[in-house]
């Protein structure tokens, strides 16, 4: 089981081929950018958006070339699918977090960017947990319903941060501030996103699994 | 259900159902034995896309048992998905690949992968490895489908539709390379087709479905030797003589229809009669009057 779900990995970063170039300039870009507006933060929201992107893309183009055809006809079951696309995301986050750290370190040292080692690491992580909270919530949707019928969904998801942020009151988002900096400075919580992250992910991919097993294809 | 004395079934299905909207498969069986090529017919929608389907988990069934290499499907669903060779009726590859792409993507799944043998395979079949899916024509991505699924070397081939889309020459190059296929006695061939003229080639059983339920599974020759088709002038026959023919059509000068073999003693002998083929027995069916066994 194991040695399948690394091919099915495998057969996802081929089914994402067409998209190649566009990940490898992605870190590059996003850095470009940050430097320009000397906004340091943009870089890593930047690019785990990206991998958000990613997942949503494979997503896509599994659906449009009837993917879930293929893999049940290869030696995989329903479970193996849905790990191994589990499996896939995570690779995707660890290789967007190794990418930017490379990237935070050569900047840091060529003096451009003014990344502290903590604030970096930090912003990393909370990003990470962040966005596996909208994968937790999008993925099983996507395995359901796929891409097409979820998009409604999936938007109302991502524009729901912005309109509460919006609506929030100035004293309401000075409290929300506070929270997150007394959070994100306190080195000891780190721990607590992290752990976040795996429970949302397997919880979720639990769902998928549970979704997956009843769909017909 | 064995047909065949001391041949195990490479294929069983027993009593499976499944119901889908308005649309139900129903308490089907049948079986094929190791060694041998099964055509599966029947008109479109009549069930053979869903049972093939619920063979390879697309579906899940409401009842019954799926059987392959005497190993419960679900069971064993990796180490005998690894032993099947699947063509489905329409391609599910990316529309950018290659075809080395392709290769690349589902080669590891496979432990008796030959490249060697794809390349063969690839250009016996014109096809160009470094050419994209989307530019190759329906009938060519057919062709990349049987490459592909003949590539590992598969124990049991499944076709659903391969045929569709294949000009009479592409046709007659799948039915040769089954009969290649098919001279090691230890494989199988599920051969799902409305085109009826391709079995009459390659088939030794027949299993035909009707609006969801299995008609008849049994050789070739049985099947062909049962019916008959029968002919007369229009006041021939009476009601009850009538109800016995399947597809019953009356025209300007007479009546023709499709019958039992031994339902035949009890019609005039003046009547005439016609061997019949499997589109005759399969478009009599699909006309009605069939008698429920």
Redesign the interface.
């Given at each position: 089981m194991i040695r399948n779900l690394f091919i099915f990995i495998k057969l996802d970063f081929i089914t994402l081929k067409q998209n190649w170039k566009l990940y490898l300039v992605t870190p590059f870009l996003a850095f470009a950018v940050s430097c320009f507006f000397k906004d340091e933060l943009a870089a890593i929201y930047f690019c785990l958006y990206m991998t958000m992107y990613t997942s949503t893309q494979l997503f896509s183009i599994s659906e449009k070339n009837k993917l879930d055809t293929l893999y049940l006809t290869l030696s995989l079951s329903r479970q193996d699918v849905v790990i191994g696309r589990y499996l896939f995301i995570l690779c995707t986050q660890i290789i967007a977090s190794i990418a930017l750290t490379i990237l935070a370190s050569i900047l840091q040292t060529a003096g451009i960017t003014a990344f502290g080692d903590n604030t970096f690491i930090t912003q990393l992580i909370y990003g990470l947990f962040i966005i596996s909270i909208f994968s937790a919530i999008q993925i099983p949707l996507y395995f359901k319903r796929g891409v097409n019928k979820s998009k409604l969904i999936i938007i109302i998801l991502y524009m729901l941060p912005v309109v509460l942020f919006l609506l929030s009151s100035s004293q309401g988002l000075a409290i929300i501030n506070r929270i997150i900096d007394s959070i994100t400075n306190n080195s000891t919580l780190l721990i607590v996103p992290i752990i976040g992250e795996f429970i949302l992910l397997g919880i979720s991919c639990a769902v998928s699994c549970r979704l997956y097993r009843s769909k017909n294809i | 259900m064995n047909h065949t004395a001391n041949t195990p079934n490479i294929l069983e299905v027993n009593h499976l159902s499944k119901r889908?909207g308005t649309f139900a498969l129903d308490d089907v069986s049948f079986a094929l034995p190791q060694g041998f090529i099964m055509g599966f017919i029947g008109e479109n929608g009549a069930g053979k896309t869903t049972t093939i389907?619920l063979m390879?988990?697309?579906?899940?069934k409401d009842k019954g048992e799926i059987k392959i290499f005497g190993q419960e499907h679900l069971q064993y669903?990796?180490?005998i998905?690894?032993r099947?060779g699947?063509v489905?009726d329409?391609?599910?590859?990316?529309?950018?690949?290659t075809m080395l792409?392709i290769e690349?993507?589902?080669s590891?799944?496979?432990s008796k992968w030959d490249h060697s043998r794809y390349m063969n395979l690839l250009e016996h079949f014109s096809l160009e490895p470094k050419k994209q899916l989307k530019a190759l024509s329906r009938g060519m991505k057919m062709k990349l489908m049987v490459a592909v699924a003949l590539t590992h070397d598969p124990d049991l081939l499944i076709l659903d539709e391969p045929t569709s889309g294949l000009d009479a020459v592409a046709r007659n190059e799948l039915m040769e390379i089954l009969r290649i296929f098919m001279t090691d006695e230890r494989k199988g061939v599920l051969f799902s087709t409305h085109i009826t003229s391709d079995l009459e080639k390659v088939a030794d059983y027949i299993t035909l479905i009707h609006k969801g339920r299995i008609l008849e599974t049994q050789t070739k020759d049985e099947l062909l030797e049962k019916y008959l088709v029968v002919k007369g002038g229009l006041n021939l026959l009476t009601t009850e003589q009538r109800q016995m023919l399947i597809g019953y059509r009356e025209h300007s000068v007479g009546f023709d229809g499709l019958i039992d073999c031994a339902s035949l003693r009890h019609l005039p002998t003046s009547i005439v009669t016609e061997p019949s083929n499997f589109d005759e027995i399969m478009i009599r069916f699909n006309m009605g009057g069939e008698i429920d066994e």
């Open positions: - | 889908l389907k390879l988990n697309m579906l899940a669903e990796r180490e998905k690894e099947i699947v489905m329409s391609p599910y590859y990316v529309d950018a690949w792409d690349h993507a589902v590891s799944f496979y």
